[in-house]
């Protein structure tokens, strides 16, 4: 099977703006979880999502948002950018119950100016 | 709420000397316990983990992991370092009784030197 894919790899965005980050997860796995990894915060959950529907949500702004749609894809939105923001950000699948690992794709690296 | 403590920033170990990545957890429920491993560059790689069972638990590339209710900790051993072995480790909770978040410690970062 095809691992967790996430596009674009690499990211270069100005402050003020948005940006959307895609992850495809492994073919049958219906939950695909978030998470921004930074060298000071290490790694912080940002939200799961389920069957379409957020199932969990981290501690992070309204400004962070997402949604999965019915092939299980996921995408991730940061509105109106700031520097902070910068990050290596992951998402992981699993096939959807909690005693199962999750798998990480490689990771969107988005640097904020 | 749920959270995990990797109490060592950085572990050094000598290359065939046996390492331990300590992990510590709280939860208000039944604990799932995971262990990844990233190297640079990549995302995490998952190693091993506790659901239930024996308390002993064999992973990946020679790793294995205690999981010890009484002290809540989950210590990441292997007999034999390899200088392959260097990388940035994270322990994870799952509290089932509680959100049913992964959450994820700080990080240790292991060198194993020749």
């Known amino acids: 099977k095809a691992g967790v894919t996430q596009t674009p790899r690499y990211l270069i965005k100005t402050r003020g703006q948005q940006v959307t980050l895609s992850c495809s997860p492994i073919s049958g796995h219906r939950s695909v979880s978030w998470y921004q990894q930074t060298p000071g915060q290490g790694l912080q959950f940002l939200f799961e999502?389920?069957?379409?529907?957020?199932?969990n949500k981290g501690n992070f702004p309204g400004r962070f948002s997402g949604r999965q749609f019915s092939n299980s894809r996921s995408e991730m939105n940061v509105s109106t950018l700031e520097l902070g923001d910068s990050a290596l950000y992951l998402c992981a699948s699993n096939p959807g119950t909690g005693f199962y690992e999750q798998y990480f794709g490689p990771g969107t690296r988005l640097t904020v100016t | 709420a749920q959270s995990v403590a990797q109490p060592e920033d950085q572990v050094n170990v000598a290359e065939g000397n046996p390492l331990t990545v300590k992990c510590t957890y709280s939860?208000?429920?039944?604990?799932?316990l995971f262990w990844y491993v990233q190297y640079p560059n990549r995302g995490l790689q998952f190693l091993l983990k506790y659901i239930t069972g024996d308390n002993l638990v064999k992973g990946s590339y020679g790793f294995e992991a205690e999981f010890n209710k009484s002290q809540t900790s989950f210590h990441l051993k292997k007999p034999s370092a390899l200088v392959s072995d260097s990388a940035l480790y994270f322990c994870?909770?799952?509290?089932?009784?509680?959100?049913?978040?992964?959450?994820f410690g700080a990080g240790t970062r292991l060198t194993v030197k020749p």
């Open positions: 994870a909770v799952r509290d089932m009784g509680n959100n049913n978040d992964m959450r």
């Open positions: 999502y389920f069957s379409e529907t957020q199932r």
């Open positions: 939860v208000s429920g039944n604990p799932y």
